[in-house]
């Protein structure tokens, strides 16, 4: 058990014609305590030449004296000839040079005698420094299996080690994380203390004592600062690294999909294929910085694809069409993304695919090849930005730079992911096709004109027109509920009844999803009873909205 160490009194040998005096009290750091005592001696002479700034003492004109009255050297250990209690003193004269013990060499060889190949077969180390391994933890199930009792179930073993290496491993975090705040404090506490100690010396009126304990408050703190700072860098320094903590992605390599494409309108839930560029260290490369003006990420992640669409489009469909493959030239596609950091989102990525396979289903094949292109800019951008953990605009510029660079090599990697991609599209096109099924871009476009005209007609309409436009045949036959659709049409919500105008289901079911879930229910079931929506009709999947 290691001692417990108390403040160390320090103080000053005066002349009988000295009218100096200082003593000082305070606790040497643990990180001193190994080290030379020249540390004590230049904290004691700091506040020394502080208070008699007009008669200061030299360093090396002065020196310690431990309370066995031996004279301490300057690179004498702190622990090995300082107690844990001890009184100082500060005397006149130089410090004894501490003579360094002379060093076995070993037995000489004359160079005669030193064979040729001496050098490579040494028995000394080769220099590589093995202790980086040290705090690395390489626990797995292997290790686990390995070490289990016979008459312990192994899975269940295995999943108790494996549980307290995540106990441990969060208990070490929280611990650590309590020093940092520690060091945090003690931060602002010494720099507090420190303004308050140096507010008592310049104040004239304030005494002396009062002076000596602001300082010694002060430099109290600051020890302890020391002390919380060498434990932390400690803790930090043993603590064990995981596979996690280690490693990044250095190379990544996605494709996209081509089975369980809905046809519906909205956003398709595809990844592009990619190839991430392995050969530089995440957040090395030129311009990984975020282009200035901009501190966050270019879309907020609670924007949703329809109002994203709303508001991009435009944007969107301008780069999805510009001519990066017909030109070779990537310096336009650079500049506009780098203006326009809206396109860097996977809402653009999945309307750029709805564009391609909508072209690709019209058999337009070289526009969508063109807007496969660009999908695969868009694309490597985000998995870059993934790959290192940063806003995707801080991967415009080492993507262009690394095509710059190494144009030819990128190039090929880069058109040969774009003709995988293009034969995915292609090969759904051609399922959908024949499935009979439209284009997904085609109907939601048809589903967005059909709102605008329905809200064009709703704000159109006033009074006995919009009835007449939109209401329900009176002599309509009742439904298999028993329930008049007149009557359950002028009962539903504005929003719901818009629905039906516009017969837009996917409008209805989230429309649906909006409301509470009782009144939802009531207002579905009224809906069905009375013959307003048939749940075994064409285009339902036979179930309410959920």
Known sequence: MSTKWGKTKITFEKSNDDTR??????????KWRAGPVSKVKTTFLETFNEKYKENPLVYDSVHLKNSQNKDLCDNDIVQDVISTHDTLTLCLGAAPVQKAPAMYLGHKVGSAQVPENAGSTSTKSSG???SRFDNIDVSDEDEDRAECHPNIDVKSWIRLRKNQREENRAKERAEIAALEATVDELKQRSLSLEKAAQAARDDPNA???EVEEAEAVARDVAHQLHDAEYELSERIRKKKLTVDELCVDGFDVTSSGTSNQSSAPGPPSSSGGS??????APGSAPGTEPPKGHSGPSVPEDLGYEEYLNTHQKTIETFAHMNTVGTKSYEKAKKYLLDNPAVLSTHAVGHMLLICLDY??????EMAFRVATQYQLVQFCLDLAS???QDPRSAVH??????????????KGFEDSVRDFVKKVKLRAEEKRAAGEESPLKLQREAAENRKLAEAAMEAGDGEGEEESFGIDPNAPVGPGGLHPAEVFDTLPEPLQQCFISQDIEMIKKVLMEMKPEDARYHFDRCIASGLWNPNGPGDD?????
């Not at 690709?360 to 094949?365: K, L, N, R, S, Y």
């Open 21 to 30: 005096d200082l003593t000082i009290k305070f606790k040497i750091p643990k």
């Open 128 to 130: 590589f420094n093995y």
């Open 207 to 209: 005494n002396e004592d």
């Open 275 to 280: 190839l991430a560029f392995p050969n530089k």
């Open 360 to 365: 690709q289903m019209a058999d337009q094949e």
């Open 387 to 389: 790959s290192s953990r």
């Open 398 to 411: 080492p993507l262009f730079q690394r095509i710059d660079q190494n144009h030819d090599q990128y190039i």
């Open 542 to 546: 036979g179930q309410k909205p959920e």
